[in-house]
Nanobody, 123 residues
């Protein structure tokens, strides 16, 4: 069983950078596709980006492309989201998720979810 816990969310100013982490305390997720999602207040959950099992492939939402970078360390059983040039519209609760598929962008393919970490960006 994969057990995911996000950390790193906090209040920052527009233009700042922030790195989120997602640690897995369950069985290794080295063969799993992983992803970051976010949900802003009053809105639905949206895909931020995904990464393949070995980190060789990534995808990003257009809204974060060029600003956010997903990476993973399978030895440390940890997923990361580096966020640069943050904007107020990036304010949301960020969730990491794991899929038994080695690489996927479909939100319904992700069976394991963390509890979320809150990011607030002030203007």
């Amino acid at each position: 069983q994969v057990h995911l816990v996000e950390s790193g969310g906090r209040l920052v100013q527009a233009g700042d950078s922030l790195r989120l982490s997602c640690a897995n305390s369950g069985r290794t997720f080295s063969t799993y596709g992983l992803g970051w999602f976010r949900q802003a207040p009053g809105k639905g959950r949206e895909l931020v980006g995904t990464i393949s099992w070995n980190g060789g492939s990534t995808t990003y939402a257009d809204s974060v492309k060029g600003r956010f970078t997903i990476s993973r360390d399978n030895d440390q059983n940890t997923l990361y989201l580096q966020m640069n040039n943050l904007k107020p519209e990036d304010t949301a609760t960020y969730y990491c998720a794991a899929s038994s598929r080695s690489f996927t962008t479909g939100p319904y393919d992700f069976a394991y979810w963390g509890q979320g970490t809150r990011v607030s960006v002030s203007s």
